[in-house]
């Protein structure tokens, strides 16, 4: 009888990466039929295979202009509207490259997404978007 390695199950299949970093944001990907979840399983469908963890990474700097602006703003209340744009653009641009590289490794579904961020000394931010790039198949 042939062993499972630790946690897994008969008919696992842990593919190895393909592709450590994603092609350039200009790249167009394919969302076809393409899901991304927070959670770790999805209702109605099983995973056939896990790729194993994909991500998106950018690290912006800040404009000491708008920084100025927005120090200004936050004084007498209001959204930064231009942080707020800023904030939104490089999320997506994460999550865009998170999924062309899950797309890149053969999957067509991401469990267990998350974002963080961190501070990179005074003036950088970085954002990440990861996932754990798996097929899936509709159960039934």
Excluded: H
């Amino acid at each position: 009888m042939s062993q499972q390695p630790y946690g897994q199950q008969p008919g696992y299949q842990q593919q190895p990466p393909q592709q450590q970093y994603a092609p350039p944001p200009q790249q167009q990907f394919q969302q076809n039929n393409f899901l991304c979840v927070t959670t770790n399983d999805i209702p109605g469908f099983r995973i056939d295979v896990v790729y194993g963890e994909v991500f998106g990474l950018t690290v912006r700097s800040r404009n000491a202009f708008s920084q100025m602006g927005a120090g200004l703003k936050s004084m007498f209340g209001g959204e930064l509207k231009g942080m707020t744009k800023a904030l939104m653009d490089s999320r997506n641009e994460v999550m865009q490259r998170m999924i062309q590289e899950a797309l890149n490794r053969g999957a067509n579904a991401i469990v267990g997404m998350r974002f963080d961020t961190s501070e990179m000394g005074d003036v950088w931010t970085e954002i990440c978007a990861y996932g754990t790039a798996v097929s899936i198949s509709r159960q039934g």
